[in-house]
């Protein structure tokens, strides 16, 4: 009997022991593992093809996954209240960032954001923490979403200033600028503790699991998630357009 053959014999046999009257003795199961041992040690290849197939598997159920939600994340943050809002509060098109107080490319970001509010005065920016970079941007994630509560009117002051350094952001730091600005410390601290907050973090973790945003900044706007990149500026303009002129962001 070839490898191959034997092989096979091996699946079978391991596809009937799932049959509650039948199972193997430990001697045959040693059996079937020297076969299907010898027969991946002469065929390498085979194992290198599965973890292809497994790939794209895995990849096609994020992409299941991220098409299902993006029909409904607008409005979830609406409902759920994950956001802070900049631009116009009643744009035609939002635009959302995934953030994280430590990462450096959210702090470059800054700049365009601000450049697309600008240009484009019916934009709608949702800000949404995902402190994924370190341990530290949960307390400092915390501490945002408070001011944005607290002291809603504060929060760009805060989140450019918070966002502009270039030292470590804690906790600790968050609130220290946020008493700088005036606000009431007593009171940040206590919503930042909150159960709501809590709430609102594992809810915009979720969102951003079912989206498939797995690093900071990433943008989601009309239908597509779009990664940083050294011209998202443009890319999202053009978005933007794409959703009024067809109702997509890619006509």
């Not at 005065?121 to 408070?146: D, F, H, M, T, Y």
């Not at 969102?207 to 945003?213: H, K, N, Q, S, T």
């Amino acid at each position: 009997m070839t490898t191959l053959a034997r092989l096979g014999l091996a699946a079978a046999l391991l596809a009937s022991a799932a049959a509650p009257a039948f199972a193997f003795d430990q001697k045959e199961k040693e059996e079937i593992g020297k076969i299907v041992r010898e027969y991946l040690i002469q065929n390498p290849d085979v194992l290198y093809e599965a973890q292809q197939e497994w790939n794209k598997r895995q990849e096609a159920k994020v992409a299941e996954k991220r098409e299902v939600a993006l029909k409904t994340y607008l409005a979830k943050i609406d409902e759920q209240k994950l956001h802070t809002v900049l631009g116009n509060p009643k744009g035609d098109v939002t635009l959302v960032e995934f953030f994280d107080y430590n990462c450096p490319y959210c702090r470059r970001a800054i700049k365009d954001i601000d450049q697309l509010i600008k240009d484009d005065p019916k934009l709608r920016v949702v800000l949404i923490e995902l402190p994924v970079i370190r341990e530290e941007s949960l307390g400092a994630a915390q501490v945002s979403i408070a001011v944005s509560r607290v002291a809603p009117d504060r929060f760009k002051d805060f989140h450019d200033k918070l966002l502009g350094g270039q030292a470590l952001v804690t906790k600790a730091k968050a609130l220290s600028v946020a008493k700088e600005l005036g606000l009431d410390d007593a009171k940040l601290q206590k919503e930042a503790s909150s159960p709501e907050v809590e709430r609102t973090l594992l809810a915009s973790k979720q969102m951003a699991d079912e989206l498939g945003v797995e690093a900071t900044p990433t943008y989601v706007i009309g239908e597509s998630v779009v990664p940083n990149t050294s011209s998202v500026v443009d890319d999202l303009k053009g978005r933007a357009a794409a959703i009024r002129e067809c109702g997509k962001a890619v006509c």
